[in-house]
């Protein structure tokens, strides 16, 4: 019987040893380059205001490109993006011209990125994704 309890009590630590390693593999943010940051001109394609992570797909010119590009941006939670510089889910809409600067991830071929700050044209409003940004000048 001691022995059935010391397998399910190993069984059970391996589980949760599995299982704490994926969490944390899942907010790795090291698919990223953090120490380039690229620039797209464009238009608002989808914002998808979900948990765990925020989404927003934009169509335009990559770093004044002459190819219209389309991008997958990848923000943190909704309730962090609300206190990080006062985003909602109707901070942007589809069809609205911004220019976004990211980090785009290591394989530039997937066209994807983690969002630094987003600038709607028409009301030159910014926003963040970065949590400490918050208490930075010019955000309101």
Do not use: C
């Not at 059970?12 to 001109?41: E, G």
């Not at 989808?46 to 948990?51: Q, Y």
């Not at 044209?121 to 963040?128: E, P, V």
């Amino acid at each position: 019987m001691k022995r059935y309890l010391r397998a399910i009590g190993a069984a059970a630590a391996l589980v949760l040893l599995l299982a704490s390693s994926n969490l944390s593999a899942h907010h790795s943010a090291s698919m990223y380059d953090h120490a380039k940051t690229m620039t797209i001109k464009g238009k608002v394609v989808e914002f998808r205001w979900v948990n765990p992570h925020v989404s927003l797909t934009v169509t335009g010119y990559v770093n004044n490109g002459a190819v219209e590009e389309e991008w997958v941006m990848e923000m943190t939670s909704p309730g962090n993006l609300v206190r990080a510089g006062g985003w909602s889910r109707n901070a942007v809409k589809p069809g609205d011209a911004v220019i976004v600067e990211f980090s785009p991830l290591r394989d530039h071929s997937l066209r994807g990125g983690a969002l630094k700050r987003i600038t709607v044209l028409a009301t030159g409003r910014s926003y963040t994704a970065n949590l400490r940004a918050q208490e930075m000048p010019g955000l309101e």
